[in-house]
């Protein structure tokens, strides 16, 4: 099949975007507990108030980009803004900065992503949204595979100043709203409402089935914490903190060799087996990770997290498109990633609540539960189909 140019476009537009975004990242719990102080619950407050406003706010510019027919301007102004706030990493005194900062990146995440995800189901056909996802998905995560490769050597080559990798880190987040700005041209045929986005027959038009993914997203999420606690895990183990950004390469090494042909394999088999396959993945890793002992481990549970991810992330996009009309597929995304926010405000501080308050096997525990749950609601109510 042949990739359209504007999955080509936001496919780098991501990898840019991914590789400052996880320089960041594979560095900033050391940051926050080494350097600020922060504790562990501190750790999860922050990252489930970033990742909730993420996902809350996909529910507006998904619906926005409905209504307004446009899907460009609002993924320029979410990658735009993830840019503006780089800066307050590297200038953070305290874990407020951090919070500010963590909450301004997610803000424009949360303004991007349901209109992107929107724009490229609204240039593929359905037998190939599943590649055309994962194709996008390979890209982002060869960015997010680079990126935490870098931050290890600047780690040694700068001798752990996490200030100036975070400075570092800006420079491809500007090329990536350059890219964006320049490159893509959207499509004539997205539709504008004249009424107002938030009818309810809107959403009575979404269907059963794509309700029944919602529900499975929230259980699921509600153990989906932040992969900060894997990055605090691996350390305890034994990881130094010079090579814990080594554990993301490992893990966006086997996602990105995965997403495309999970995806091309999903529009031939079909999505809800693969999907499935997936969480039951997510949860023996997560199991693996409340009883690690050894680096050795961790580094193979890094690996298999990068394979459940090339299982999950793509196919659930390219199931929200097929159960969803055309004129509505923002809204769609962005009420899923809704349910997700909501899921996920509790779920990270309610992991550092019960790594600190009970040990550090009881977060993975939590989540493994709640991925098995998902799994059988997924496997006992939603219906298989295929596309070729």
């Known amino acids: 099949m042949k990739i359209h140019r504007n999955v080509w476009i936001l496919g780098w537009v991501s990898l840019l975007t991914d590789f400052g975004t996880k320089m960041i ?35 507006f510019s998904g619906t926005l980009s409905d209504y307004w027919g446009r899907r460009k301007e609002l993924a320029v102004a979410g990658y735009g803004l993830s840019a503006l706030v780089i800066p307050l990493f590297a200038l953070a005194n305290n874990p407020v900065w951090i919070l500010m900062a963590r909450f301004g990146d997610r803000f424009g995440k949360g303004l991007r992503v349901a209109p992107r995800n929107a724009l490229v189901a609204d240039v593929t056909k359905a037998e190939h949204r599943g590649a ?25 080559s700068t001798g752990q100043n996490y200030r100036l990798i975070f400075w570092i880190a800006l420079i491809p987040a500007f090329f990536s709203v350059l890219l964006l700005v320049v490159g893509i041209s959207e499509p004539p045929k997205s539709v504008h409402h004249k009424q107002s986005p938030w009818q309810w027959e809107n959403f009575k038009q979404l269907g059963r089935d794509y309700w029944l993914l919602l529900l499975v997203a929230l259980v699921f999420n509600l153990g989906n914490f932040s992969d900060a606690f894997l990055l605090l895990r691996a350390n305890q183990v034994g990881i130094s903190p010079s090579l814990i950004p080594l554990s993301l390469v490992v893990m966006n090494l086997i996602y990105s060799l995965s997403a495309y042909p999970v995806g091309l394999l999903s529009d031939r088999m079909g999505r809800i087996g693969l999907l499935s396959s997936g969480l039951l993945l997510f949860a023996l890793v997560y199991l693996g990770f409340a009883f690690a002992q050894t680096p050795n481990q961790i580094w193979l549970l890094f690996g298999a997290y990068g394979l459940y991810l090339g299982m999950s992330q793509g196919i659930l996009l390219a199931l929200v498109a097929d159960r969803t009309p055309a004129t509505l597929r923002g809204t769609a995304f962005g009420l899923m990633s809704l349910v997700i926010g909501i899921a996920l405000l509790p779920a990270s501080g309610l992991a550092g609540w019960l790594w600190q308050s009970i040990n550090p096997q009881a977060p993975f525990l939590m989540g493994c539960f709640f991925a098995i749950v998902s799994l059988l609601i997924l496997l006992l109510t939603v219906k298989d189909k295929r596309y070729v």
């Open 25 to 59: 990242q594979s560095i900033l719990p050391l940051f926050l507990v080494s350097t600020l102080g922060a504790n562990l619950i501190t750790v999860g407050l922050i990252e489930g108030i970033a990742e909730a406003t993420a996902s809350i706010l996909k529910i």
């Open 132 to 156: 055309a996802y994962g194709f996008r998905q390979s890209l982002d995560t060869i960015g997010a595979f680079c990126g935490p490769l870098a931050a290890i050597v600047l780690m040694y």
